[in-house]
Each structure stands twice: as C-alpha cells, then as structure tokens.
C-alpha cells in the first residue's frame, strides 16, 4: 500500500515516531495519561492539557514475563498489557504520568492493582448496565477523575476547555468514520491489514490535530485510487465482518489469515474500530453529554447489551458483508458468552453466515484455523453461486 498511498507510508512509522516526540513532550514539561480502553474518557484528559495515549497490549512477545505473576489461563490482552509495564518495554506506558483504567471485567480490574503498584493509576467504577441510574453514577466518576486530574497535573478543567476537547475529539472520530467508511465500496480500497494498521497506529499519536490531517489525506487518496479502479480485491471477493475483542498489530493472526485465503475484511466493529467513531452530543450539561457517549459503548461487558446487536446489524447491512467472524480471546467470558446472542440476532435479521473464532495470541492453533476459515469462505462462495 506504501508505493501507492504516501499517507499510509507515513501511519505505519507513527508508533516509533510519536515515541520520539513524546519524549519531547516530556521534556518540554507535559503530562501524559496512558488509557487501556475505549470507556476512558479523553475529553476530560484534553481539557487538562495533558497528552492522552493507548497503552501497548496487543503483542505476544511479553507474555511469558506476565505469566510469571498472572495465570496462564488469563486473556491474552490482560497479559500482554501487564507483560510490557512489567519489562518496560512499552514506550508510552513508561512515559506515562497517570494510568486510567476502567473495571470492565474481573480480570483487568485485578490485574490494574499490581499496575497501581508501578505507576500512578486512577481507576473508574464502571456501572456494567446502561439505563438512568447507571448515568447518573458515572456522571460521578467522571467528576471524581475531574479531581483526580487536576490535583495531579495542578490544572482547572474548565467549561470552555471541555467544550474546546469535545470539538477536537469529535473531529477525530469524524476523520475515522469517514475513513472506515470508505470500505463500503466495492471492492474495498484498502487490505484489512492494512487498515488495521493504520487504526491500530493512530493510537499512539501525540498532535491530535496532525493525527486528523494525516486520515483524511489518506482518505482523500484512496478515494481517488478507488475511483480509479485500483483495489487490492476483486468484486467477487468475500466480505467480512470482524466483530468480537479488540485486536491490533501483533494480534492480527484471524485477519491476516482471512485475507491469505482469499477474504477481505472490510469492518471491523471492535472498539478500536467502529464503536470508537460515536460522538459526543453537546448539550448544555457538557460533562453529562462526555458521560451519556461513553456510557453507550456497546460493549460485553454490559448486560444486556442490545446496542451491539443493532450496531453489528447496521454494519452487515451498510457494508454489504457477506459473512460476520466473531472473534474471542481465551479466557474472555463475557464476549465468548454473548457470542450465542449475537449468532442467534444475525440469523434471525441479516442471515449472513457467522463463525467464532476463540484463540489466543499465539501461532499454536493456525493451521486448524486456517481449516475453518477457508471452510467458512468456500460456504460463503457457495451462497453467492446460489443467488440469483
């Protein structure tokens, strides 16, 4: 994609780039906060005046170290998380100032008291149903982490910084949407390995307002090579859905697979991906508009969880998937639970074939996969030879 797409050439270098320029920031005196999950509020983080940044979790390689101290039998993410701050070989998690973490599931929550022990880290109570009672409590921690933030930084978070940071972060998602959404053309403009490349990088970016420049030029220029019929697939290629956990650089062995038998992955629903481009709506009581968006995450951990399964119907139909892999990681209750309820939804509205997939980050399973997965393409040849 690089000898094409200049854009792209300039996002896969941005993990080491913004290494180096946030030391810079460092140096220069800025506060960084390093964030594990979409639930973490960055408005708040902004309008502080500090530098938010994903945390690194998706690689296999510190897994062993974590192994040391967690169990085996722990998701993969949890491990790779804790693994890197353990060796410190997470550049961003070593500058990091503030940890924020969210209790999600029982394993993380546990896990962020041993992260506690190394850095600073806030934690938010995260109500796990999403109706009036539930926002109201996380109303409450927003404004705790308010507290937390401006203690530790010696800052005032005020109106006009939030309204400020609503704005910028709305661009953001803005610029992925519009990015994302570009997969909806037939066939696809970009690998899905390549787009999770380039969603997966963007994480790690320090200037906000360079990261949002920088997509929608990449926009722009797959735009224009779509328009001229240049596609790394072909009209008859499969289209997939990819739902599920996050995944990133590292742990990207589903997606590749699919895309090494013939598939194309043009969605991804993960938090990473598409439930990340949801806005906040404005409205006069900012903190509780910043509350209301994040509090509608429609991730497993809620219960019930209805907003996945209207997103994830949404997507099949708007990007025209013509199969849906619902991916899980070992040891991942909550999704490989919710994975019956999301198969059961798909079949009863959009009918597309659906499997799931539950691994880890290792390579130990890839040729039984590989099995399943052409298996599952050639059934998704098979409908489309039926159709009229």
């Known amino acids: 994609m690089s000898e094409i797409c200049a854009a792209f050439d300039e996002i896969a270098g941005l993990r080491e780039k913004n290494a180096i320029t946030l030391k810079v920031a460092k140096d220069r005196g800025r506060k960084v906060v390093g964030t594990y999950c979409l639930f973490s509020p960055v408005e708040l983080i902004v309008a502080a005046g ?8 998706t690689s296999p390689t510190p897994i062993p170290a974590a192994e040391k ?41 546990k896990m962020y008291e041993l992260l506690g022990e190394m850095k600073p880290l806030h934690l938010m109570q995260l109500p796990q149903v999403q ?58 403009p970009i690998s899905g390995m390549d787009l999770l490349t380039v969603l997966h990088n963007r994480g790690f970016t320090v200037d906000k307002r360079e990261a949002i420049d920088l997509i929608d030029r990449l926009t722009a220029e797959l735009t224009e090579l779509s328009e001229q019929g240049i596609s790394p697939f072909t009209l008859k290629t499969p289209r997939i859905l990819l739902t599920g ?41 900012l903190l509780r508009s910043i509350a209301q968006k994040y509090l509608r995450v429609p991730c ?50 959009v009918q597309v074939p659906f499997l799931q997939i539950e691994t880890d980050y290792s390579e130990s399973d890839t040729e039984q996969l590989k099995v399943r997965i052409e298996a599952f393409l050639e059934l998704i040849g098979t409908r489309r030879g039926g159709r009229p």
């Open 245 to 285: 956990v996050p995944v990133g650089i590292g742990s990207d062995k589903v997606v590749r697979l699919v895309e090494e038998l013939g598939g194309s992955v043009v969605c991804f629903e993960s938090c990473g991906a598409y439930k990340k481009v949801d806005p906040v709506q404005p409205g006069k009581d």
């Open 50 to 57: 500090a530098i938010p940044v994903s945390l690194c979790g």
């Open 300 to 349: 497993s951990c809620m219960s019930p969880n209805k907003g996945r399964l209207q997103l994830l119907e949404e997507l099949v139909r708007e990007f025209e998937a013509d199969g849906v892999i619902d991916l899980t990681w070992q040891g991942c209750h909550t999704y490989n639970v919710e994975s019956f309820t999301v198969k059961r939804h798909l079949q009863e509205t």
């Open 131 to 188: 109706d009036e009672a539930a926002l109201e409590y996380w109303v409450l921690e927003l404004k705790r982490l308010i507290g937390r933030l401006e203690e530790a930084f010696d800052v005032k978070i005020t109106p006009e910084k939030l309204a400020a940071a609503i704005l910028l972060l709305n661009e953001e998602r803005r610029s992925l949407k519009a990015l994302q959404d570009l997969q909806k053309r037939k066939p696809a």
């Open 69 to 109: 101290v967690l169990p085996r039998s722990l998701c993969p993410l949890i491990k790779s998380s804790y693994g890197f701050a353990l060796t410190d070989t997470c550049p961003f998690f070593h500058f990091s100032d503030l940890l924020l973490a969210e209790t999600t599931c029982d394993g993380k929550k």
